[in-house]
C-alpha cells in the first residue's frame, strides 16, 4: 500500500468513527434520553457510560466495515452492489452491537468482590442508530462518485472506464480531450506509468495509479472496460506486450499510433485506433533516409508496375511525398488500378498520374510506353505471387514472372532506364514451387543482364522479400476471415514458419536499395526470426478479443503441393549476407561465381520450350537452373 492509499484509508477510518459516534450520541437525544442544560452539564441516566459505549461501537462497527471491504473499494464508481455491502455491515454491526450491550447489561464479575452492569438503553435507540449510520456512510461515500458524475457529465448510459498508459504529453491530450467532451461515452479512470517521479501525480484530476507491471490488478481493481496506449514512442516489442496482456484480461485495447505513422502522414498523433497486425507483429519499423530518396526521386518520372497491387500501390503512396514528376502507373487489372490512381490523384494534385492497363508480357505495348514515358526509373512488382494457384497454371507463372521480367529488364537497357529495381521472394531460394521457380528464373535473368551488361547505363538491383502482411491473399486476411466467420482458423501444420514483413516495410526496403544500389545486387531486408504461423494464428484470434481452441478452433489442414514447412533467406553455401549501408539491408552476396554463359542459353532454351509446349526439354534447361527441379510433381505430366 503506499502513501497515497495509507492517507486515503486512515482518512476514512476517521471520516467512519466520527459518523458512528456522531449517530449513536444524536440517536439518544431523538429517542429523549439524553440532554443538554444551559451550562452544558448532561442529563441522563446514561450520560456516565457514553464513553463505554461509543468505544464499543465504534470498534465494532469499524470491524464490520473493513470485514465488508468498505476500505478497499473505489467509491469514485460505486454501485448498486457497493450500496448492497454498505447496508449489509452497517445492518450486522447494529445487529452485533444490540447482542454485545445486551450482554453487558447483565451482571459481570469486575474488580474485586462487587459487580458491573452496563444499563441497557432503550431498542429504539439502535433502529435510530441504524438509519443515521447508514444514511451518512452512503452520503460520505457515494458523494465521491457524485462529484465525479458532475465533473465528466451525467450521460444517460454508464461511461466506459479507460485506463490509460503512458502519463506523458499525449496521455495528457487524451483526458484533456475525454474531459472537455462532457458527452463521450468514455471517462478516464487513471494512467499507468513506469516513471516513478509520476507516480501518484495526478494529470487533469486523474491519478497516476502504478507501474505498467500492475496493469492486471489494477484493471480488476477498478473494472476497467477500456486501455488505451498512449506511448507513441514505445517499441513494437512493448507495445505488443502490452496489447495481449491487455487481451488476455478480455477487454479491449486500442493505441496511439507510432511516431513513423504520423511521420509518413498515415495518421495524426492523437488519432486513436485499435491494436492492429502491425502491432503485434513486434518489428521496429523502418523509416527511409529522405535526403537520398530526394535528390533521386524528385522531378523524376517513374513507373511501377504490378501499380494496383498492394505492394505496387504501397511503393506509389510512398513515392508521391518525394514529388516526381510523373507516376507511371501499370496494371493489367483495370479496377485495381482504378482505385490506386484516384486515391493518389485525391492526395497530390500537383503531381501528374498516368494510368496504363497493359500486359507486362507484350512488347511492343511496353516499347510503346517507355518511348512515350521515358521513365528514370522501373520498380518492377508485378508477378503472379499465388503459390497454389500457380501450381495449377505454370505456364503462366513462367510467362508472367520470367518472360514478363525479361522483356522489361532489356527494354530497360534498349531506353537507357537509369535504375531498375526487380521484386523477388524468398520462395525464390531452394524452390519446390512453380511460383518460386518462376521467379528465381527472373532473378537469373536480371543477374546474367548485368554481367552482360556491365558499364551500361542500367542498374539492376533486386529486392528479395518474405511474406507481406495483409497483402490480397495473405495468410493475415484469411485468418481474418475465418475469424470473422466463427473459425475454424486453418493452419498448414503446426511447425510452420515464414518471415513476415509488412507492406510499408516491403515497399520502404525496394525504395531505400533502389537508392542504395550499385548494380546487380540482391538485398535482402533483416527479417529477424521467422514466425510461428500457429502463433501468428492464435495472436489474431486474441487480437479479436477470443480465445485459441476455447472461442476459435484451430485446425492443421497439412502442406500443399509445393509448400515448405520454412523458407531462407539465402542459397547457403552459394550466398552469403554481408551488410550495406543502411542498417535494415543485408546484401545476398554470391559465393561462388555462376556460369553465366551456362544460365543464359538455358534461360533462352527455357523461354522457347514454354512458347513451344516442349516439356521435355524444358524440364531438362529447369534442371540447369534448378538442380533439384522435380517436372512430374509440378506440371503433372509425364516427361
Not at 201 to 218: D, E, F, M, T, Y
Not at 244 to 257: A, Q, S
Not at 359 to 373: G, L, N
Not at 432 to 457: D, F, P, W
Request: hydrophobic share 45%.
Amino acid at each position: 500500500m503506499n502513501k497515497i492509499s495509507v492517507l486515503k484509508f486512515i482518512r476514512f477510518i476517521f471520516l467512519d468513527a466520527v459518523i458512528v459516534f456522531s449517530s449513536f450520541v444524536i440517536s439518544f437525544f431523538l429517542r429523549g434520553v439524553l440532554a443538554f442544560s444551559a451550562s452544558g452539564a448532561v442529563f441522563s441516566q446514561y450520560a456516565d457510560y457514553i464513553g463505554i459505549y461509543v468505544a464499543v461501537i465504534i470498534v465494532i462497527k469499524l470491524v464490520l466495515f473493513a470485514v465488508f471491504g468498505m476500505y478497499r473499494r473505489v467509491w469514485k464508481y460505486a454501485s448498486i452492489k457497493d450500496m448492497v455491502a454498505i447496508v449489509e455491515a452497517v445492518a450486522l454491526s447494529t445487529i452485533l452491537m444490540g447482542v454485545i450491550f445486551y450482554v453487558l447489561s447483565q451482571p459481570v464479575p469486575w474488580i474485586g468482590d462487587s459487580t458491573f452492569k452496563l444499563p441497557y438503553f432503550p431498542r429504539s435507540i439502535l433502529i435510530i442508530d441504524f438509519l443515521i449510520t447508514l444514511l451518512l456512510i452512503i452520503i460520505s461515500r457515494f458523494s465521491e462518485r457524485a462529484l465525479n458524475e458532475l465533473r465528466f457529465g451525467k450521460p444517460g448510459l454508464r461511461k466506459k472506464r479507460v485506463l490509460i498508459i503512458g502519463a506523458g504529453d499525449a496521455g495528457e491530450t487524451i483526458v484533456r480531450e475525454m474531459i472537455r467532451q462532457k458527452n463521450s461515452e468514455y471517462m478516464p479512470a487513471g494512467f499507468l506509468d513506469d516513471d516513478p517521479a509520476k507516480l501518484n501525480h495526478r494529470i487533469h484530476g486523474i491519478k497516476v495509479l502504478a507501474p505498467v507491471s500492475q496493469l492486471k490488478n489494477v484493471v480488476q481493481k477498478l473494472s476497467i472496460d477500456e486501455v488505451i496506449i498512449a506511448m507513441p514512442s514505445v517499441s513494437s516489442k512493448l507495445r505488443k506486450e502490452i496489447a495481449f496482456r491487455v487481451k488476455e484480461l478480455g477487454i479491449f485495447c486500442k493505441t496511439l499510433p507510432s511516431l513513423y505513422e504520423v511521420i509518413d502522414g498515415k495518421a495524426y498523433l492523437y488519432q486513436v485506433r485499435e491494436v492492429n497486425i502491425d502491432d503485434i507483429l513486434g518489428r521496429e519499423p523502418i523509416h527511409i533516409q529522405t535526403p537520398e530518396v530526394i535528390s533521386e526521386i524528385k522531378d523524376k518520372v517513374i513507373l511501377i508496375t504490378g501499380a494496383g497491387g498492394s505492394i505496387g500501390s504501397e511503393i506509389c503512396r510512398q513515392l508521391l511525398r518525394f514529388q516526381p514528376a510523373e507516376l507511371i502507373l501499370l496494371d493489367h487489372s483495370e479496377n485495381n488500378l482504378f482505385i490506386i490512381e484516384n486515391e493518389l490523384k485525391t492526395k497530390s494534385e500537383s503531381i501528374n498520374i498516368v494510368p496504363i492497363v497493359a500486359s507486362i508480357q507484350v512488347k511492343e505495348v511496353i516499347k510503346d510506353v517507355f518511348a512515350k514515358y521515358k521513365p528514370a526509373i522501373i520498380f518492377h512488382s508485378a508477378a503472379y505471387k499465388h503459390v497454389p494457384l500457380m501450381q495449377l497454371n505454370p505456364e503462366a507463372a513462367i510467362e508472367n514472372n520470367f518472360i514478363g521480367t525479361k522483356i522489361l529488364s532489356k527494354l530497360s537497357i534498349d531506353f537507357g532506364i537509369k535504375r531498375f529495381v526487380l521484386f523477388s521472394t524468398d520462395k525464390a531460394v531452394k524452390p519446390r514451387n512453380v511460383m518460386g521457380i518462376s521467379k528465381l528464373l527472373a532473378e537469373r535473368y536480371i543477374q546474367v543482364l548485368t554481367k552482360k551488361n556491365k558499364g551500361r547505363n542500367t542498374k539492376f538491383m533486386i529486392v528479395r522479400f518474405g511474406n507481406v502482411l495483409e497483402s490480397n491473399g495473405s495468410v493475415v486476411n484469411i485468418f481474418k476471415e475465418q475469424i470473422r466467420s466463427g473459425g475454424p482458423v486453418r493452419v498448414t501444420h503446426p511447425k510452420m514458419e515464414r518471415y513476415l514483413m509488412t507492406i510499408q516495410e516491403a515497399a520502404q526496403l525496394a525504395i531505400q536499395a533502389c537508392m542504395i544500389g550499385k548494380g546487380g545486387e540482391i538485398f535482402v531486408l533483416n527479417m529477424g526470426l521467422p514466425i510461428s504461423i500457429l502463433e501468428l494464428a492464435k495472436n489474431m484470434i486474441m487480437l479479436f478479443g477470443m480465445k485459441p481452441e476455447s472461442d476459435i478452433d484451430i485446425i492443421y489442414t497439412g502442406p500443399r503441393e509445393g509448400e515448405k514447412l520454412s523458407e531462407e533467406l539465402i542459397r547457403e553455401g552459394e550466398e552469403e549476407l554481408v551488410g550495406s549501408e543502411f542498417k535494415h539491408i543485408f546484401e545476398a552476396r554470391q559465393k561462388i561465381e555462376l556460369n553465366y554463359e551456362d544460365l543464359e542459353n538455358a534461360l533462352f532454351c527455357i523461354e522457347k520450350e514454354i512458347q513451344l509446349n516442349d516439356y521435355d526439354n524444358l524440364f531438362k534447361d529447369l534442371r540447369r537452373v534448378v538442380p533439384d527441379f522435380d517436372g512430374k510433381v509440378i506440371w503433372n505430366r509425364s516427361q
